[in-house]
Every structure is written in structure tokens, then in C-alpha cells.
């Protein structure tokens, strides 16, 4: 999902990564030794030099070493966004940790993003709330860096990757994507199939499908939460919390002077417009974890609290991994153009999203003005693939695999219950893509899957339900310290 928060929520990344950390050390066998926040081992990094003029770029590349090196393929990780850097992929990285028992997991990040000339437009981590204001930055950062903004693009991250399986001698690579990093490896498998052994797509964006649509998908996360909200004795309590959040969307533009500044709790000075609220929501339903906080949420709502739903959008302020000029670039040029005004009133009807989401790149892209590209129809591929989804997806839904992906003759799915966006990490997932790897062609059995369960909901100011003396002492400041 890395988040850009306010007016710029997710364009299609993931949820939230650790920031990268890099320490140079001794060079081994033409590499250097280096380190990632949130990944203990050392990593072998290098840096190789890829295009000319205006497109020249030092591609940054990370190795975890397989610790019992077999022979395997090595496991390469495609991030998402489009605009997140490969280098964010720590928490993706500990998830496949017994993968990388047995073979070489790589990061490489793209042009325009994390150590590869991160292009983001001094896009920081505060919370934006002014889209024209944001429009405007992107205007100055688009004329500041034309001539770069002009050559990323999906066809040149793509023909990257195979320079870079080429430099460092594998003769066949295994794919894993979450998100936009699907769409990427999807392209891969087109234009490079014989570089390429198995595929694994966490959060499918197929390569015909036009997923900054997203607002019926976003319902349908949204709905689903109701569902599964209501079928919870705590959650259930809180009585009817989708009505109150539609009912605050409504009047929202005369109750959001009650709206406190999402980093310090204070009066807020600037406008909260609607379409923050739509996009807080949307981001929220990511993960399961921040999904579970909306119905108390939206309830404190209702009693005239507003600090909880101020700091869920703290919580969810962008972490910084996401290169917004590289998002525009690919975005304007391959997604928003040939997207219509009628595909668009189509998917906002009936939403609580509407428009909020799309008209962030529609107002960006026409001050990012790069030339339509157009990927072709794909052409039939048999090799392995594993497609994760999660059931209540608010941007790559499940069912895209089951509507956009009939060129992929070995594919299997697992639709993870409850599931976000982004399920790799959850449950029995990681020892599935382990066993997938080892026998790509064999059936594999998923029953797993039915144990994993959403987190609990929030309860109240401590998140789940807690023992109710133990919390009415703490509210008291009677408890002891122990």
C-alpha cells in the first residue's frame, strides 16, 4: 500500500513499512556490506549505472544471502505504489525468512525511488489536507524536473530488472509483487518469460484492470467490515456505526471545525476538507489492524470525540516511502489516461468515497502532462503462479484475479478472510509461499487459511477489550504500577 496521508492517501502501496537505514561497510567480492532498519543480517549492496542524460541513475541493489546457498533461484521483491522503494520491504523480507534459509531474497529499487534518486517532490510525513496546495507543489516539481519525469515509466523498470538479473548472473529469478509491484511483475512475465521461473502476486493489480477505480472496492471492504463487526459481541455493541459515519460524511463540512490537528490534538487551523475524511476511511480499511479501530471511531464520533478518528490519521501519516513524482509519472501515464468519465461515475455511485481518491491524480496529472503509454493485450503464460488476496481489500480486490487473469494457465489463488490489502505476513501465509516455491506445480493445501481471523476490534481508549476492573482503575489512575 507507505502512505501519503490528507489529500495524498496510498496510491497503491502498502501498509506501513520500516523507514531504510543503510551503513556502508567492507566491500566482499565487488559488494558492499550494508544494513536495513528492521533487518538484522548484513546484506551484500551495490549500486550499477543504468540509462543516459536525463534518465542516468545509480540503481541501488540489496542481497539477503541464502544462508544454506543450494543452488535455488534467488526470490527478487517488487514494491508497490507505484513509488515505493524495494528497500521498505523489511517486514516482507522477516516474513520469508525460511525462503531465505534456502535461497537469495534481492531488493532492487526502481529509478526515481528509495537509494535510486528517490524523486518525491518533498512530499514529507505531515498530514495535507489542501489539494490545491498539493497541486501546486507538484506543478513546481514537475517544471523543476521535466526532463526526469518524462522517462519513468513501467517498460523501463521492467527492462531494469532484467540488466540487473543479467549484472548479477542468475540465469532464472522468482517474482514476488505486492500491489503496483504485481503489475510490474506481470509485466516481467510478458516481456522476459524465459528469465523468469514462478511468480508470486500479493494484492494483484492485473495488467488490463484500471485500479485507481477503487471506490467500489473500497465499499465492499467497508460493508464486509460492517458484516464481520456485527457478528462480534464487543463490536456489535456499538450499535449501528455505519449509519453514523454516512451521516457524518454528509454534514461533515459544518462538523469539521471539531476536527484536532492529527499530530498534536489542537484547534486546527486549516480547512478539513471532506475528501480527507473519505480517504481516512479508505486507508483505514488496509489493514485489518486499522480497520478494527473505525467502528469505536466513528462511534467517539458521534459522542462528540473526536481525538480517536484525529489519531487514526496520525497513525496512518505518510512514513516517507513513497517517491511522488515517480507515482505521477507512472500514474498519469499508464492509469489515468485512459480511464473515462463514465467508467469513473460508475464506480463512485453509491460509495462513501466518491471521487476523493481518484480526483488526487486527476488534479496531479494535469500538471504532470508525460505521453500515454499503453501496455498491449497479454499474451498467454504458463508459468507457476500463486495469487494472494485479501477478502476485504480495499483497492486490489479478490476477485480481480477471477476477472483479469485468464492468460495465467498455472495459477492458483488463496483469498485470505478478512485480508486487506497486502497479506503476505498474516498467519500461515509465509510457510505457504515457502511450500509453493519448493513445488511449484503441485497442489497445495490452504486449509490454513480459515484459521486466520481479524484482530480484535477496539473496544475503547485501550484498543481491545480489556478486564474491566483492571480498566476502571487505570481510568481512575488507581492501579498500581506494576
Request: charged share 20%; with cysteine; glycine share 8%.
Amino acid at each position: 500500500m507507505a502512505w501519503i496521508q490528507g489529500c495524498v492517501i496510498v496510491a497503491i502501496g502498502f501498509f506501513v513499512m520500516l523507514s531504510p537505514a543503510v551503513a556502508e561497510e567492507t566491500e566482499v567480492n565487488n559488494f558492499d556490506s550494508c544494513y536495513l532498519d528492521g533487518w538484522s543480517n548484513a546484506l551484500r549492496c551495490k549500486k550499477i549505472p543504468v540509462g543516459e542524460g536525463e534518465a542516468a541513475v545509480d540503481l541501488a541493489i540489496m542481497i539477503a544471502p541464502a544462508v544454506n546457498d543450494v543452488g535455488l533461484e534467488p526470490l527478487y521483491l517488487l514494491a508497490g505504489g507505484p513509488g515505493q522503494a524495494a528497500s521498505y520491504l523489511t517486514p516482507i523480507l522477516n516474513a520469508l525468512y525460511k525462503v531465505n534459509q534456502s535461497r537469495a531474497i534481492v531488493l532492487v529499487d526502481r529509478r526515481g525511488s528509495g537509494y535510486s534518486a528517490a524523486f518525491d517532490c518533498g512530499i514529507d510525513g505531515e498530514v495535507h489536507m489542501d489539494l490545491d496546495a498539493i497541486t501546486d507543489q507538484f506543478a513546481t516539481c514537475y517544471h523543476e524536473n521535466a526532463a526526469f519525469a518524462k522517462t519513468l515509466h513501467s517498460r523501463q523498470a521492467v527492462e531494469d530488472l532484467e540488466k540487473v538479473r543479467l549484472h548479477l548472473g542468475h540465469k532464472k529469478i522468482a517474482l514476488w509483487g505486492g500491489s503496483w509491484g504485481t503489475r510490474t511483475a506481470l509485466l516481467y512475465q510478458q516481456w522476459f518469460p524465459d528469465s523468469l521461473s514462478v511468480l508470486i502476486l500479493d494484492a494483484v493489480a492485473p495488467i488490463d484492470t484500471k485500479v485507481f477505480l477503487t471506490a467500489q472496492a473500497a465499499e465492499n471492504a467497508l460493508i464486509k467490515l460492517e458484516e464481520d463487526c456485527n457478528r462480534d459481541p464487543v463490536c456489535s455493541a456499538f450499535g449501528d456505526w455505519r449509519s453514523s459515519l454516512d451521516n457524518l460524511l454528509t454534514h461533515w463540512d459544518e462538523r469539521a471545525v471539531n476536527f484536532p490537528d492529527p499530530h498534536s490534538g489542537n484547534k486546527i487551523e486549516a480547512e478539513t476538507p471532506r475528501s480527507f475524511l473519505q480517504n481516512l476511511i479508505r486507508t483505514a480499511l488496509y489493514t485489518p489492524e486499522t480497520a478494527a479501530q473505525l467502528p469505536y471511531t466513528i462511534s467517539q464520533v458521534e459522542e462528540g470525540n473526536y481525538l480517536p478518528l484525529s489519531g487514526l490519521a496520525g497513525l496512518l501519516s505518510d512514513d516517507g516511502s513513497m517517491s511522488m513524482g515517480l507515482t505521477l509519472s507512472v500514474a498519469c501515464a499508464e492509469e489515468l489516461n485512459r480511464t473515462s468519465e463514465e467508467e469513473l461515475a460508475v464506480d463512485i455511485r453509491d460509495s462513501f468515497l466518491g471521487d476523493a481518491f481518484f480526483e488526487i491524480f486527476a488534479e496531479g496529472c494535469k500538471v504532470w502532462p508525460v505521453s500515454p503509454i499503453v501496455y498491449g493485450v497479454p499474451e498467454e503464460r504458463s508459468h507457476p503462479v500463486l495469487i494472494i488476496s485479501g477478502e476485504a481489500d480495499p483497492i486490489t480486490p479478490y476477485y480481480y484475479a477471477e476477472q483479469s487473469l485468464d492468460y495465467l494457465t498455472e495459477s492458483k489463488q488463496l483469498v485470505v478472510p478478512g485480508g486487506g490489502h497486502i497479506n503476505t505476513m498474516r498467519g500461515c501465509i509465509p510457510k505457504l509461499i515457502n511450500d509453493f516455491l519448493k513445488s511449484p506445480l503441485n497442489s497445495l493445501d490452504s486449509n490454513c487459511i480459515t484459521e486466520i481471523q481479524r484482530p480484535p476490534f477496539m473496544a475503547g481508549a485501550f484498543g481491545p477489550e480489556i478486564d474491566k476492573a483492571a480498566s476502571s482503575e487505570l481510568l481512575s489512575g488507581q492501579g498500581d504500577n506494576k
